[in-house]
């Protein structure tokens, strides 16, 4: 069982035993014939460890492989572990060539192989570990992958390498270049391969993806091409969408926000054209309440949810949808007929039922057509309120509400020019309504026949209630809505651009429209009120014709018709200033409405308290209301861009309030110094006034001999209900707190009294009847102390 190891001696032709070395050091072996023999060396003799194998101890046993993840060199004693990020692979048996034929050897790696330049190792690895995609070697001494910081990306040396200029990536650990885009409000612009801001009313994800668009916002890629729109994105326009046309499709997560948007091309019914704007040829727009599924675009946590709400849908036209125009007109003819009955001329100073009938109407018109004005303004408001507010467009001439682009087209020029014709064919319709009548009265003559004068009443009357109606349609024309990122367009036909052929070409009607409805309109009107004082009472067919005009107002404030619609004029003009800015808009019709509830509770311009109170009602009412939808009002401009535009009036308010404040302080502390005081000479002045007026009174009743219900008849046909009452008010305090005469009758209104009746300084009726005489005999009035009415 001993080993035993033999040489074969060529020379000799023999085998013979060979001695054994006893020991070897560490690092060599025993040569045993089955390894090839070093330069120099013999087969007894001890030889060094191959590289890639190791012995430690001294002995006669052969030399160990390395494992894996070492390494050594000729004559070895310990194997050398590879150094970071590189490696060594594990032991392989290997088949050589030996002295008595061929031999199996383990032997370890006698080198380390470097990592790749991204990979890793560890000290003493057999391997390599690779990084993941977008990491990269943190350096040769370190065995760690890092990600590639933001704005990075791994190329394909392996080293991050920065996006190209204004991009980004999403986050760490870009893998490629096709990581790198745009920032979270950002977008990228394909041509010029740069990152552009987010359009407002945009929504940009960042990266390279195409930006979707806020709810009731309609979106087109620059250029619109939608085939090549990945390729080709240079940017979005943007435009505003009326509402319903343009609901929520998704919701996303931007900035930890959930913010609820839509694609690029879609509107609520794909039939809809020109961003939305409108329905194609033959069909109309008609909003119905839908209710559907909102998803989550994108990654966030939150889930779908559903809306319902009001969406705007194309229907055909036809099947009852559209209007027969003779219907309209016959319409039109009975309503003019009932307005020709209504609008009398009062034949006194008399309040008539119809002259308050036909106020009253036109105070509610009014405030409806201011309404619709509201309604058109860049407001958010409830469906039912909406809806409410639609329905008053009816009283602004809307004709798109009776679906008039079922027989007008779609084309601009024939739907402008039948909405600015609308008031023409209203005074059409008032003439052959004028002539029919007189036709009818020879058939049935208790048709009254319309008369000139009366039917200029009539037509008056329907100007002054309709005006903001005037002023809406001529104003139409100029209202260019602003887009956020898109040409500017119509806000009553939002399918058409303020810079189109089309609406140039129609330019002259448009300024034509502004000159006749509401400028003419309100020149005429300031003439005939200009007129009034010389023809009112000297012509009975002034008189008649313009019942409309100064009939309804008290004899001082016989021109208030002008400032109406001075008033109806500046809020129609609101939307043409401010065709986008909700708050200004409503900021402005509240402005214009206290000021008009200010001065006409100052001045109690109608002839009847009940209409003054109904007025100033109606004003307080829209004006809060204007005051409490500013909560929900579209914000298009930005803080700074509002503080720039709107300073310059605060400011100017603020100075005037400084001012009034200023002069009520100094006007109050010279009336207290005694510097201001104009009442003697006009308490002086007055009383002459009222005594003069009492003689002469008396003096008329003796001469004429005039009866309770002459004077009674005549003080009604020249003197105003407000007027009879101020009087009778007057007297009243004046025989109880100057004569110390209590009245038979109640006053019409309660006063404070200083004093009550002495009945200890009355005067006999004979003595006072005895001095009246013979003051109006001498002209002298009698002392105001001692004279009893």
């Known amino acids: 069982g001993a080993e035993v190891r033999w040489a074969y001696d060529l020379q000799n032709d023999e ?15 025993p040569a045993d014939g089955l390894d090839p023999l070093p330069p120099g060396k013999r087969l007894d003799e001890c030889v060094p460890c191959e590289p890639g194998t190791f012995k430690m101890l001294p002995g006669t046993r052969r030399c160990q492989p390395c494992l894996e993840g070492t390494i050594s060199a000729e004559g070895a004693t310990r194997c050398t572990a590879c150094r970071v990020n590189t490696y060594s692979a594990r032991p392989l048996v290997a088949s050589r060539p030996a002295i008595f034929g061929t031999a199996e050897q383990k032997y370890g790696s006698t080198v380390c192989v470097p990592c790749g330049p991204d990979e890793i190792a560890g000290v003493g690895s057999d391997a390599c570990e690779k990084c993941s995609p977008g990491h990269v070697r943190e350096a040769d001494d370190f065995a760690r992958c890092i990600p590639c910081p933001i704005g990075t990306f791994a190329n394909s040396t392996h080293q991050c390498q920065a996006c190209p200029p204004t991009q980004t990536t999403m986050g760490p650990a870009a893998s490629s270049k096709t990581a790198c885009g745009c920032a979270v409000t950002e977008y990228l612009n394909r041509a ?3 990152c552009q801001a987010c359009p407002a009313n945009a929504v940009c994800m960042g990266g390279r993806d195409i930006p979707f668009v806020s709810e009731g916002y309609f979106g087109l890629p620059v250029p619109r091409e939608s085939a090549y729109v990945a390729h080709h994105f240079q940017g979005v326009e943007v435009w505003k969408c009326r509402k319903g046309a343009c609901p929520a499709e998704g919701m996303v997560q931007v900035g930890g926000a959930t913010q609820y948007v839509r694609t690029l091309f879609s509107c609520a019914d794909a039939a809809m054209a020109e961003h939305c704007g409108r329905c194609p040829a033959d069909f109309y727009p008609a909003k119905s309440t839908k209710t559907w599924e909102i998803p989550v675009l994108g990654a966030g946590e939150e889930t779908n949810t559903t809306r319902t709400g009001k969406r705007i849908e194309c229907k055909k036209c036809g099947g009852g949808n559209k209007v027969p125009f003779p219907v309209f007109v016959v319409l039109m003819m009975m309503i003019i007929y009932g307005v020709y009955k209504t609008a009398k001329a009062p034949r006194s100073q008399a309040l008539t039922s119809a002259v308050l009938l036909s106020s009253m109407g036109s105070l509610l018109v009014t405030a409806m057509q201011t309404l619709s ?36 087209g779609v084309n601009f020029a024939n739907r402008f020019l039948w909405r600015v014709l609308t008031p023409v064919v209203v005074l059409l319709t008032f003439y052959c309504t004028m002539q029919l009548s007189w036709l009818l009265n020879k058939t049935f003559p208790k048709i009254e026949a319309m008369g000139p004068a009366k039917t200029a009443n009539a037509l008056g009357l329907a100007l002054t209630a309709g005006y903001i109606s005037l002023c809406k349609i001529a104003f139409q024309f100029f209202e260019c809505r602003p887009h956020p990122s898109a040409p500017s367009t119509l806000v009553a036909y939002p399918d058409i651009t303020c810079s189109m052929d089309e609406r140039r070409d129609l330019m002259a009607f448009g300024v034509l429209a502004v000159l006749i409805y509401p400028i003419a309109t309100a020149a005429v009107m300031a003439y005939l009120t200009a007129l009034a004082p010389k023809k009112f009472s000297t012509s009975a067919d002034f008189r008649l014709a313009t019942a409309f005009l100064l009939s309804r107002w008290k004899p001082t404030q016989f021109y208030f018709a002008v400032v109406v619609m001075v008033r109806n004029m500046l809020i129609s003009f609101i939307v043409v200033l401010y065709p986008a800015e909700g708050i200004a808009q409503l900021a402005w019709t509240a402005a214009f409405l206290f000021l008009y509830a200010v001065f006409q509770a100052t001045t109690k311009p109608w002839r009847s308290d009940v209409l003054n109170r109904v007025d100033s009602t109606l004003c307080s009412s829209v004006a809060v209301l ?21 300073t310059p009036i605060v400011n100017g308010i603020f100075v005037v309030a400084i001012l009034v404040l200023v002069f009520t302080m100094c006007y109050s502390l010279l009336f207290f110094l005694g510097k201001v005081d104009v009442r003697q000479s006009k308490a002086e002045q007055t009383t002459k006034v009222i005594i003069d007026a009492v003689l ?13 219900k002459e004077i009674h008849e005549r003080m009604s046909m020249y003197m105003a209900e407000h007027e009879l009452l ?4 007057l007297l009243h305090s004046t025989m109880r707190e100057v004569f110390q005469v209590m009245p038979t009758t109640k006053s019409s209104s309660k006063r404070l009294f200083l004093q009550q009746p002495d009945g200890s300084r009355r005067v006999t009726e004979a003595e006072a009847q005895r001095r009246l005489r013979a003051a109006s005999q001498t002209a002298e009035p009698p002392r105001p102390e001692t004279v009893e009415f």
């Open 15 to 29: 085998v013979a035993p060979l001695a054994v070395p006893e020991e070897c050091p560490p690092g060599q072996y």
């Open 192 to 194: 010029t391969n740069q």
């Open 373 to 408: 004005v509201i309604g058109s303004f860049e407001v958010n408001v409830p469906d039912f309120i909406e809806d409410i507010l639609a329905f008053f467009r009816f009283f602004i001439f809307d004709i798109e509400m009776l679906n008039a682009i079922c027989f007008t």
């Open 626 to 646: 204007c005051g409490f939808l500013l909560a929900v009002a579209d914000v298009v401009a930005g803080v700074e861009e509002r503080k720039t535009s709107f």
């Open 696 to 708: 002469q009174i008396n003096r008329s009743m003796i001469d004429y001999q005039l009866s309770t």
């Open 726 to 729: 101020a009087l009778d008010s």
